[in-house]
């Protein structure tokens, strides 16, 4: 699978959009990109994933640049609930070895009031 | 929504102990995973299964063992607890790969 590589932490005022890049240059033509996040002491959260187009559901926006080498998370209107670690992978359509998850580091959203 | 729920949130159990960490999910899903998860080691994966009955050893299966007799329910089992089994322990149940976590159970063995 491919790597991927996100900034340590992001700011972002509360009812603002947050941007979150991720950059993943080596992906391949059928690996997905897949969005998680985890809030402090809960289990990680699905939030949105997609391969080339841009995607949206009620979480969030997936914008994923045409040759496929960036993406951005965006949350529209950020509110204190949305501070977490949001990590960024990379998953080959034919499915993980054993499905499982591997997360990096991430990146660590601080929504201030 | 999916549920997936765990069975302690916190728990402290003694060195030699066994100790058995349910898992239940309520949307029908046949893949379930048990990981653990440490701070700058990331998440590790213990177990999996596939289905009721079938399991499949992950990254990091020394020192637990897993039984899935219904398919809404995966147990982790560490058969003699130690110390460097202190962890926080993450059920996941899996839909294509979008995979739903349970909030977690933070083990400390003493």
């Known amino acids: 699978d491919a790597k991927t590589t996100q900034p340590p932490s992001m700011d972002c005022a509360e009812g603002r959009a947050a941007n979150l890049p991720c950059n993943h240059s080596?992906?391949?033509?059928?690996?997905?990109v897949y969005w998680y996040r985890q809030i402090h002491s809960q289990g990680p959260q699905y939030i949105i994933h997609?391969?080339?187009n841009n995607e949206t559901n009620e979480m969030a926006s997936l914008i994923i640049t045409e040759d496929r080498k960036s993406s951005t998370l965006i949350l529209p209107h950020a509110t204190l609930r949305d501070t977490a670690v949001y990590y960024c992978i990379v998953i080959n359509a034919g499915g993980t070895s054993y499905g499982k998850l591997t997360f990096g580091q991430g990146t660590i959203l601080t929504v201030h009031p | 929504d999916v549920k997936v729920t765990q069975s302690s949130r916190y728990l402290v159990k003694r060195t030699g102990e066994k100790v058995f960490l349910e898992c239940v999910q309520d949307m029908d899903h046949e893949n379930m995973f048990w990981y653990r998860q440490d701070p700058g080691l990331g998440l590790r994966l213990i177990y999996f299964s596939y289905d009721v009955k079938m399991k499949e050893k992950g990254d990091i299966p020394e020192g637990y063992s897993v039984s899935r007799e219904k398919k809404e329910r995966f147990s982790l089992i560490l058969e003699s607890a130690s110390t460097n089994q202190t962890s926080m322990y993450l059920c996941?149940?899996?839909?294509?790969?979008?995979?739903?976590f349970g909030p977690g159970t933070r083990l400390t063995v003493t």
């Open positions: 080596t992906i391949s033509g059928n690996e997905y």
């Open positions: 997609g391969l080339k």
């Open positions: 996941a149940s899996r839909y294509r790969d979008e995979q739903y």
